[in-house]
């Protein structure tokens, strides 16, 4: 059964430091998602991807982060300098658009 | 941002009885629901939605039923099985673009 995949699984990184979450969405999707959950917190959304450009942003999602797809495969999500609140899981969602969002496993982010 | 409501924090229940899991939504653009199951270091994983034109969607044991008037949907799980405990979140879109997430209802089922 096809899958949405993430890496990594755990990432550590010091504050201020630039990450890059990966993400490879099943392949015939067309639309993508960034979510993140910050410990006992509830899932929020982040952006959402669609024809190679963004087609919605929640408030979280500020000029320190950005995403894009570098292939046909491969979608990712990149936060410049990263901060303490930053840390959370951050989950990778994809859809073909008539059905429902497909969720990664999640990358845990721990910012130090 | 509470669009999507879930009042319960926990729900504890007997392996064989129903369990019902249940969910709040103020925003009348919601036009589509869904309910995921959550286990720990994990993703959620689907399980059963709803469209805002019906009032009811089953699969095999499970359940949705919504309540437009009163802005209200509930899952229902029955026999429950031991392995159905986890946290169960509701969800919420409108227009089939971003997922609003309740605050998830984690689900004991007690063998």
């Known amino acids: 059964e096809p899958e949405v995949t993430q890496t990594p699984s755990h990432q550590v990184t010091q504050m201020g430091q630039e990450v890059i979450l990966r993400c490879v969405p099943i392949s015939n999707h067309l639309y993508f998602y960034w979510y993140r959950q910050i410990l006992g917190q509830k899932v929020e959304f982040l952006v959402s991807?669609?024809?190679?450009?963004?087609?919605?942003k929640s408030e979280i999602f500020d000029d320190q982060f950005s995403v894009e797809r570098p292939d046909g495969s491969n979608f990712t999500l990149k936060i410049r300098s990263t901060k303490l609140e930053d840390s959370a899981m951050y989950f990778c969602a994809s859809t073909s658009g008539v059905d429902e969002q497909f969720f990664g496993p999640g990358t845990r982010l721990t910012v130090l | 941002d509470q669009q999507v409501k879930q009042n319960s924090p926990s729900l504890s229940v007997q392996e064989g009885r129903i369990s019902i899991l249940n969910c709040d939504y103020t925003?009348?653009?919601?036009?589509?629901f869904l309910w995921y199951k959550k286990y720990p270091a994990e993703g959620p994983t689907f399980l059963i939605s709803?469209?805002?034109?019906?009032d009811k969607n089953e699969d095999g044991r499970f359940t949705v039923f919504l309540n437009k008037s009163a802005k209200h949907l509930s899952l229902h799980i029955v026999p429950s099985q031991p392995g159905d405990s986890a946290v169960y979140f509701c969800?919420?879109?409108?227009?089939?673009?971003?997922?609003?997430f309740g605050a998830g209802t984690i689900l004991r089922v007690k063998s």
């Open positions: 925003n009348s653009m919601f036009d589509y």
């Open positions: 969800a919420a879109s409108a227009g089939g673009n971003k997922l609003v």
């Open positions: 991807f669609y024809n190679n450009e963004i087609s919605e």
């Open positions: 709803i469209s805002s034109i019906k």
